[in-house]
Nanobody
């Protein structure tokens, strides 16, 4: 089993920035297959969980939701199986629990990753 642990959430004013981190542990050999990706989803109160961004672990292919393009940046860390999400120009509507996820890139982008983290709260005040 792969465990994903998020960190970096918090309270920030509108227009501010945050950086989320996600580290994978456990059976990380599952993350070495071609096409494996890690990414982020979010779920706001009363709304369904939605895709935010993803990055392949074996390439520099990325994907972003339209709502965050130009404001959020996903990247891989130097440490293996670590990804970051830089959140800039935050808006109150970005308030949500942000979940790290891992799986094959197409499936992850489509909303069906194989692994989920526990989530980290991001709150943007107006």
């Amino acid at each position: 089993q792969v465990q994903l642990v998020e960190s970096g959430g918090g309270l920030v004013q509108a227009g501010g920035s945050l950086r989320l981190s996600c580290a994978a542990s456990g059976r990380t050999s599952a993350l070495t297959f071609i096409g494996i990706a890690m990414g982020w989803f979010r779920q706001a109160p009363g709304k369904e969980r939605e895709f935010v961004a993803a990055i392949r672990l074996d390439a520099f292919t990325t994907s972003y939701a339209d709502a965050v393009k130009g404001r959020f940046t996903i990247s891989r860390g130097n440490a293996k199986n670590t990804v970051y999400l830089q959140l800039n120009s935050l808006k109150p509507e970005d308030t949500a629990v942000y979940y790290c996820a891992a799986g094959l890139f197409p499936g992850l982008v489509a909303g069906t990753p194989d692994y989920w983290g526990q989530g980290t709260q991001v709150t943007v005040s107006s």
